[in-house]
């Protein structure tokens, strides 16, 4: 008979417990979790990526909804336990959901402390811990204003470095005289403390806060010693408590954290603890290998294989800070009874040092190349005596044995129990085995069957060293993502020979870059038809068999088969004889549906196919082109009422888009295009969610771009402010064709901008007036071969074979 | 069996297809590259998308719909999906296209 297994929590710890126990009892639990926070269980390493933009939430994501349906869990999201009856053995939820278990497992974590200091409760003052947190401080970020981050430990200096890049003037105040003092003796602390100030963040050691100030919402800090610091946001990163508040109130054993066993057995039974808020050997934990290795033994009792037993072990440290190499482990405080081996390269900003008792490593700094740290590691762990190898130890593992290795022996060199993977605690010889028994080929697949390097990622390094150990040269962790099957280039390589060498026609492409098929599929074709298009606009014959089918007819094919049909109307604005027009033709064809879009216009839905030309005719009557609601290329210019009618417009922001529609109107874009103009900073025309938008001011003209509000929500980049209507169509033009040249096909302006980097774009369209007249030519010049209405040609008879059978066969005479 | 006429393979664009009306459903003509001519279903097994609409490749056509890959000569998806159209025998005559229907559909004669 299955049981009842509630879990309260959905961190990383449980969300790994359940892994394992659906690997040795997949059907022995009906299993429920409760998530205080209203989401899935997500990688919480991970945030600091997020918070500097190097990864987005999408990325750190553990169980999608998916693995939950899968293995039939009920997940309450939102969901906070807010009473556990042992008595009765149910929990309940501040939403009022009571579950009743057999097996009870608290994993409610920490919560971040809070300094006591007075305004510590002001708006702005926020912590770091989960995803909302970093979402508040993307937000706040966006002000580019100044933020104090409390506590220089490891997610201090974390979230400062994230603030910082997302522009941010960043204080980190810390208490003690240098940073991260627990993980790092004072001398790394110093390197530390200079690399991070390189970065532009100012670090105030030996700070202690005194209050913080603001009048409802913070304004700065005060110090001891009478220095105000000014600051709009707080972020308070000054350590985690286990939260034990539940399970104290459910007359549960309690210390610092919830006590356990072992086992991970509490006072209580029927309940167990685990992850950061579980006490167990006197210990506390906040770091995911010890939270791991619980998550394995409380799945093996709970599997009801009581022989699994924690074992405390010690875990090195890592800043994920993009370009701060650190490596911190064990204990390294000096002694009567211990020897330290030091090496300092001050140019290179280097700094190891081995704290040695016994002739055996006990504690390990490592400060700007850490690369032995997996070895140094190792050697502690086994207790190695060190004697033989004193003189060359700090040198590191290449040195060992006379000439220095190359750095792929060094990990060819690491014995199979050598552990890769501290989070996940996968060792050498469980990767290559994997590797070689299930076929691997790629790094995702070693992550989704290992899990090495699938969590903090800071050993990616060393398993693409032993997938190159273990595969050879057939393995490249540098070889870019092909196009498709088709050819071994990446769009890249394909945009750059195509202008290099040449190459005019699709058939030369395929020949001359060595195609591996015939005639390409329904991914490189309508890619390269693109490209051609974009590089040679007098010369290349659009090839209407490579594009998409609603390319190729000009309106948007529907899941019956029936086509849609969208007229432009220039910047959203319209007028009798245009709406009387729309009317005629909806009563003429029967349109079953009207429907105004998002891009303010008008699509007319399920129109037959055959039907489309006569529709056209019609509407072009009344002076309608396309709309090109199909096209990747130019969609619409949304615009608000601007200065001719609002009492805020600042501008003509409906002239200026109508003006922007004209001139750009028919143009191939890599991805499509969409933007607006806005008269006023209050934004009607939402123009900060746009490939590309318009916010006018007194004055003049904030252009923006690489917003999206699709897949992805993502506010706009500003690219600079100008003073003319002339000056806003001319960088708008100009950053439209830098656009086309250098993205890849189906890539958003958002995704290429951040590819390419927002300065640079801003450099070339703002900063170099050559450069940007050059792109503006180039646009202008490809429009007077783009800017033909597709519809009134199909009027005129072109492409007649696309819009009728080729033949209707088998009905009776006297049907016709 | 019955070869009825279709037209011919000129009114086909090369890598492209046209549709054939029949009282059963319509019919996906198709012309490669190589100016072979297959005749299918125009009916994407997976949603039903109209395959003629699709874009041509070597011997095989993508679905306008969802993209799945339709083998041509086959019937049979491609890839990873499973799925399956019926296929219809064409006679290529110096260009002159004709098509095998079965005597039930003709019945409609």
Redesign the interface.
């Known amino acids: 008979m299955t049981e009842k297994l509630v879990i309260i929590g959905n961190g990383m710890a449980p969300g790994r417990m359940l892994e394992h126990l659906f690997e040795k009892a997949p059907d022995q639990y009906q299993v429920t979790i409760f998530n205080a926070e209203p989401r899935v269980n997500y990688d919480r390493i991970m945030l600091s990526p997020v918070l500097s933009g190097e990864k987005e939430y999408e990325e750190i994501i553990i169980h999608g909804d998916g693995w939950y349906i899968k293995h039939g869990i009920t997940l309450y999201k939102g969901h906070k336990i807010i009473k556990i009856d042992r008595a009765a053995k149910t929990v309940t939820s501040d939403h009022g959901v009571t579950e009743s278990y057999d097996k009870l497992v608290i994993a409610t974590g920490s919560v971040p402390f809070i300094i006591p200091v007075p305004g510590n409760d002001l708006r702005g003052v926020i912590t770091y811990r989960d995803l909302d947190d970093v979402q508040a401080m993307l937000l706040a970020a966006q002000s580019r204003e100044k933020a104090i981050v409390i506590g220089g430990g490891l997610l201090g200096l974390e979230a400062a470095a994230g603030l910082a890049s997302r522009g941010m003037d960043v204080t980190v105040l810390h208490v003690m005289p240098t940073l991260m003092e627990r993980q790092l003796d004072p001398a790394a602390g110093y390197l530390l403390q200079k690399a991070v100030e390189e970065r532009g963040i100012k670090v105030i050691t030996k700070a202690n806060t005194k209050a913080i100030i603001g009048n409802g919402k913070v304004e700065g800090i005060e110090l001891d010693d009478g220095r105000i610091i000014p600051a709009t946001l707080v972020v308070m990163a000054v350590g985690i408590r286990p939260s034990v508040g539940l399970a104290k109130d459910a007359g549960i054993a309690v210390n610092r954290g919830i006590v356990v066993d072992d086992g991970m057995q509490t006072s209580d039974g029927s309940i167990m603890a685990l992850g950061e808020c579980a006490e167990v050997g006197g210990m506390v934990y906040g770091l995911v290998a010890p939270l791991y290795e619980m998550a394995r033994v409380a799945a093996s009792h709970l599997s009801g294989d009581r022989s699994a037993a924690f074992v405390h072990s010690d875990t090195p440290t890592k800043l994920k800070v993009t370009g701060i190499e650190l490596f911190s482990l064990g204990d390294f405080a000096d002694g009567d009874d211990r020897e330290e081996i030091v090496l300092r390269d001050a140019s290179a900003g280097v700094y190891k040092r081995l704290v040695l008792k016994d002739n055996k490593i006990i504690g390990t700094v490592l400060y700007g190349e850490t690369a032995d740290g997996a070895w140094f590691n190792d050697l502690k762990k086994k207790q190695t005596d060190i004697k033989e190898m004193r003189e060359t130890l700090i040198f590191g593992q290449a040195y060992q044995g006379g000439s220095p290795l190359d750095p792929m022996a060094a990990v060819a060199a690491l014995p199979d129990d050598a552990e890769i993977c501290g989070c996940n605690g996968v060792c050498k010889g469980k990767i290559t085995s994997t590797i070689t028994s299930k076929g691997l080929t790629s790094l995702d697949d070693v992550r989704a069957h290992t899990k090495a390097s699938a969590s903090c990622g800071s050993c990616t390094g060393l398993v693409e060293k032993l997938m190159t150990l273990t595969l050879g040269d057939s393995y490249n962790p540098t070889a870019v993502q092909p196009m498709c099957t088709c050819t071994e280039l990446g769009h890249d390589d394909v945009r750059r020979l195509i202008k290099a060498k040449g190459l005019k026609s699709i058939p030369a492409v395929m020949q001359e870059l060595e195609w591996k098929t015939s005639c390409g599929c329904a991914k490189c074709r309508p890619a390269l038809n693109y490209y051609l298009v974009c590089d040679w606009p007098d010369e290349y014959a659009d090839d209407y068999q490579s594009r998409f089918i609603n390319e190729r007819v000009h309106a948007n094919i529907q899941k019956d088969g029936t086509y849609s049909v969208v007229p432009r109307m220039w910047g959203g604005v319209t007028n009798s004889n245009e709406l009387r027009a729309i009317a005629d033709v909806v009563d003429k064809f029967e349109i079953p549906m009207v429907k105004v879009t998002g891009g303010q216009r008008i699509d007319l839905l399920g129109i037959e196919k055959e039907d489309l030309p006569a529709v056209w005719a019609d509407l072009g009557k009344a002076g309608f082109v396309s709309g090109q609601a199909y096209a990747k290329g130019l969609r619409t210019v949304k615009t608000c009422v601007g200065s001719d009618w609002c009492r805020f417009g600042t501008q003509d922001s409906t002239g200026l888009g109508i003006r922007i529609e004209k001139f750009m109107w028919g143009s191939w874009t890599p991805a499509k295009l969409k933007m607006a103009v806005s008269g006023c900073p209050r934004n009607c025309a939402e123009a900060t969610c746009k490939d590309i938008g318009v916010i006018c001011v007194d004055s003049g003209f904030e252009i923006h771009f690489a917003g999206a509000a699709g897949l992805d929500i993502k506010g706009t980049e500003v690219l600079g402010l100008v003073k003319t209507e002339d000056d806003a169509l001319e960088h708008i033009v100009a950053l439209t064709q830098m656009y086309r040249e250098q993205a890849r096909y189906l890539e958003r302006i958002y995704k290429w901008a951040k590819r390419v980097g927002l300065d640079e774009i801003r450099h070339q369209i703002m900063g170099d007036a050559g450069k940007r007249k050059a792109y503006y030519e180039r646009f202008v010049f490809s429009q007077k071969f783009a800017q033909v209405d597709p519809w009134s040609e199909r009027v005129s008879g072109k492409d007649k074979h696309e819009f009728k059978p080729m033949a209707t066969i088998g009905y009776p005479q006297a049907a016709e | 069996m019955n070869w009825?006429?279709?037209?011919d393979i000129s009114?086909?664009?090369?890598?492209?297809a046209?549709?054939?009306?029949?009282?059963?459903g319509?019919i996906a003509?198709f012309r490669?590259?190589?100016n072979e001519v297959f005749a299918i279903e125009d009916h994407c097994p997976h949603?039903?998308?109209?395959l003629s609409?699709?874009?041509?490749?070597?011997k095989a056509v993508?679905c306008?719909?969802h993209?799945w890959?339709i083998s041509l000569e086959t019937g049979k998806a491609l890839g990873a999906d499973e799925g399956e159209v019926r296929t219809i025998p064409v006679r290529n005559e110096d260009g002159a296209l004709y098509i095998a229907?079965e005597s039930l559909?003709?019945a409609?004669?």
């Open positions: 009825i006429s279709i037209g009114e086909i664009p090369l890598r492209g046209r549709c054939v009306k029949t009282p059963q319509k003509v490669t590259a190589e949603k039903g998308g109209p609409q699709g874009i041509v490749h070597a993508t306008p719909l993209n890959v229907l559909l003709m409609a004669e």
